[in-house]
């Protein structure tokens, strides 16, 4: 890949996580559930974490042609920390609605979506670290999509969820 390509599949990449950390954040304020907003606010955190490394990479991309030594690949992620806790701490009954199902499910086509994208970026890679960096965000993406498939099944039906996971029942027991 050129990289005047791989500088526009970056733009698009950053306005991808702007817009999906600003839906995050917006979920996270309308939803009543406050394990559901833990989720949303981790991983719009994790967005948040992405949209910088990603534009220091664009900005060391423009400066220079090729992929930009010592560049880190490494990104934490808060997002399974916030489904660990969720397990925890689920002992009442959850406040979703169907307004936090749609949320959810919007958010894992986002995150399906982001996957296949660095997953294309990381087979055009040429440089290894290059390749190295979009396979951790599209494993990131992955991470995402899974846990919110995970916040789905809880929002759908808690008692059931919290029984699979070895979490404590709703009644407290």
């Known amino acids: 890949m050129e990289n005047k390509d791989k500088l ?8 991808n996580e ?14 009543k ?7 949303f606010e981790s991983i719009a955190a994790d967005e948040n974490e992405h949209y910088t490394r990603l534009v220091e990479l664009h900005k060391r991309l423009g400066e220079r042609s090729k992929w930009p030594e010592g560049f880190s690949p490494d990104i934490p992620t808060r997002v ?9 701490e ?11 199902v749609a949320a959810v499910k919007t958010a894992i086509e986002f995150e ?7 997953e294309k970026l990381a087979s055009q890679a040429k440089d290894k670290a290059e390749k ?3 396979t951790l965000l599209a ?10 498939e995970d916040t789905l099944e809880y929002f759908t039906d808690p008692e059931e969820w919290l029984e699979r996971k070895g979490g404590r029942h709703l009644d407290g027991a």
């Open 139 to 148: 494993s990131m993406e992955r991470e995402h999509r899974l846990s919110l």
């Open 8 to 15: 526009e599949a970056l733009k698009l990449a950053l306005t």
């Open 132 to 134: 190295r960096f979009f």
């Open 80 to 88: 399974t920390e916030a489904l660990g806790r969720l397990v925890k």
């Open 33 to 39: 559930d406050a394990l559901g907003a833990q989720m």
């Open 112 to 118: 399906h979506k982001g996957e296949a994208f660095y």
């Open 90 to 100: 689920a002992t009442t009954s959850p406040r979703s609605d169907d307004d936090d």
């Open 18 to 31: 702007e817009k999906e950390r600003e839906f995050y954040l917006a979920q996270a304020r309308r939803t």
